[in-house]
Structure formats: structure tokens, C-alpha cells
């Protein structure tokens, strides 16, 4: 799954001030940049980080390379529609919601996001 190889993706998010145009290029690719409004709110933008990223990593790592039948372009405009829905979101249960709507859409139960939060309980319980 995408989770797993995120940490060996070679990925460059650059993001600065409220409008986040984050560059994702794998290794010996030609970068991909997308430019959309960042939130004000710093909890938000910061879920819109993680949005673009889990997108770019399903991109270049996901196993099916039609994104369970949906295509390439479906899956950009997925990405399109989830930044708008984070963007508008009025909480971070909200915007995290957009993130989650967007990977639901691979039908893949092993390809989620794992909120900080439920990560910190994850990590103690290996412990």
C-alpha cells in the first residue's frame, strides 16, 4: 500500500504563506506542481499539506495504475474536489474528512490515513 512505501518515496513538497503550490516529483521524473488556496486556519492548511501528499504518494505508489477503475483523470479531479472541500471545511474533523472521501474512492481498506492522533496510539501500542 501507499502507506508503506511512503517512506521510501522521493517526494519535494514546498509549500509557503496561504497560497500552497506543493511540486511532488518522484526520482528521475518531471515534477508535478498544483496550486490551490490555502486555509488561513493553521490546523487546516497543514490537513491540506497532508491531502496533497497522501494524493502524490497513491500517484506514484499505488498498485493498480487505474486507480480501481476511475483513470488518472478522475483521480486529479478527486484531488481537486477534496482541496475544495478542505478549504471550506469549518474543523479539522471536517477537512480530514475530505482526505478520507478522497482514498475511499480506491476501494482499498489497506490504503487510509492515519490521523495524528490515532497514530500516537498506534506507536504506544507497539511499544
Known amino acids: 500500500s501507499a502507506a508503506?512505501?511512503?517512506g521510501t518515496a522521493a517526494?519535494?513538497?514546498a509549500?509557503?504563506?496561504l497560497s500552497a503550490t506543493p511540486t511532488l516529483a518522484a526520482e528521475g521524473e518531471e515534477p508535478l506542481t498544483i496550486?490551490?488556496?490555502g486555509s488561513k486556519d493553521p490546523e487546516l492548511f497543514a490537513i491540506q499539506k497532508t491531502l496533497v501528499q497522501c494524493w502524490?504518494?497513491?500517484?506514484?505508489?499505488?498498485?493498480?495504475?487505474?486507480?480501481?477503475?476511475q483513470?488518472?483523470?478522475q483521480w486529479q479531479s478527486n484531488l481537486q474536489a477534496a482541496l475544495t472541500g478542505t478549504f471550506q471545511a469549518e474543523s479539522?474533523?471536517?477537512?480530514?474528512?475530505?482526505?478520507?472521501a478522497m482514498?475511499?474512492?480506491?476501494?482499498?481498506?489497506?490504503t487510509r490515513l492515519l490521523r495524528p492522533a490515532d497514530a500516537e496510539t498506534y506507536t504506544t501500542q507497539m511499544d
Request: hydrophobic share 45%; proline share 9%.
Open 15 to 17: 509549500l509557503a504563506g
Open 103 to 110: 482514498l475511499t474512492t480506491l476501494g482499498d481498506p489497506f
Open 56 to 69: 502524490g504518494l497513491v500517484s506514484q505508489l499505488y498498485v493498480d495504475p487505474t486507480f480501481n477503475g
Open 71 to 73: 483513470g488518472a483523470g
Open 4 to 6: 508503506v512505501a511512503a
Open 11 to 13: 517526494m519535494c513538497l
Open 92 to 100: 479539522p474533523a471536517a477537512a480530514y474528512g475530505e482526505v478520507d
Open 35 to 37: 496550486s490551490f488556496p
